[in-house]
């Protein structure tokens, strides 16, 4: 499967952004998708991940409450809705998936996109 993801941007500290992770190829109903970001020196980080049939969602401590991910298995798309973006957000967000997951475990995915920019500012 070949992940695709967009809608980073610049927005201000308190303002909202959607990306979208586009797949094409495989059946993509049958993944599980999760987000992942990395900052400047650091490593990646677990953001949210959502099951193949979008029953199940996990996320990370630090976007509870803030962060929505969703998925349109008829558009092969799955979504992260960002609210309330703070500045320590900014980061490379990347999409990954496979059959199988460990929600938080980058190590567990073999399929990623190439990333998408998202800068807050304060």
């Known amino acids: 499967v070949q992940l695709q993801a967009s809608g980073g941007g610049l927005v201000q500290a308190g303002g909202s952004l959607r990306l979208s992770c586009a797949a094409s190829?495989?059946?993509?109903?049958?993944?599980?998708v999760g987000w992942f970001r990395q900052a400047p020196g650091k490593e990646r980080e677990f953001v949210a991940a959502i099951s193949w049939s979008g029953h199940s969602t996990y996320y990370a401590d630090s976007v509870k409450g803030r962060f929505t991910i969703s998925r349109d298995n008829a558009e092969n798309t799955v979504y992260l809705q960002m609210n309330s973006l703070k500045p320590e957000d900014t980061a490379v967000y990347y999409c990954?998936?496979?059959?199988?997951?460990?929600?938080?475990?980058?190590?567990?995915?073999?399929?990623w996109g190439q990333g998408t920019q998202v800068t807050v500012s304060s």
């Open positions: 990954a998936a496979d059959r199988t997951i460990l929600p938080g475990e980058v190590r567990s995915y073999d399929y």
């Open positions: 190829g495989r059946t993509f109903g049958n993944y599980a």
